[in-house]
């Protein structure tokens, strides 16, 4: 099992959205994150991350239900998402789907990922990252896990 993280801006799409049931995580225009999805299989469970909020950070963890297939949004010319390079021959992106398995009690803010030991090395805590699709180590998913379920 591989272990992922997804991140979104509650004014886009929220963790309580996903309570209401699986999702495609469609739109992604990053090489990086594409090759991510790619990598992900069914059962695989991810983090979700609020960005752009207060607080800022992991509210709860879902779960892959649907592997990497083509991202139909970047054919559709009314898309914000179309892009006219993508053919069904040559789809270019990919997205998969994700549903909400269990919410957290309290954030795991970012500040309080910074500071924790072990997840110095974590991609979101890198200068720089901005992809929406992410590894975790196995490492990193237990400290947080741990975090989690210590939050009063």
Do not use: C
């Not at 999805?37 to 950070?57: C, K, N, V």
């Amino acid at each position: 099992m591989a272990y992922w993280l997804f991140k979104s801006e509650p004014s886009a799409f929220s963790f309580a959205d996903l309570e209401a049931g699986p999702t495609e995580w469609s739109g992604v225009r990053n090489y990086q994150a594409r090759n991510y999805m790619m990598a992900m299989q069914t059962w695989d469970l991810g983090y979700f991350y609020h960005s752009r909020t207060e607080p800022i950070g992991i509210v709860g963890i879902v779960m892959i239900v649907r592997s990497a297939y083509p991202d139909y949004t970047a054919l559709d010319p009314t898309s914000q998402y179309h892009d006219p390079r993508a053919t069904p021959q040559k789809p270019i992106w990919q997205m998969v789907d994700i549903a909400f398995k269990m919410a957290f009690s309290q954030v795991v803010t970012l500040g309080r990922l910074r500071v924790t030991p072990g997840l110095e090395g974590m991609a979101l805590l890198q200068k720089g990252s901005r992809l929406s699709v992410q590894p975790v180590t196995s490492g990193e998913w237990e400290i947080i896990h741990r975090l989690a379920t210590a939050l009063p």
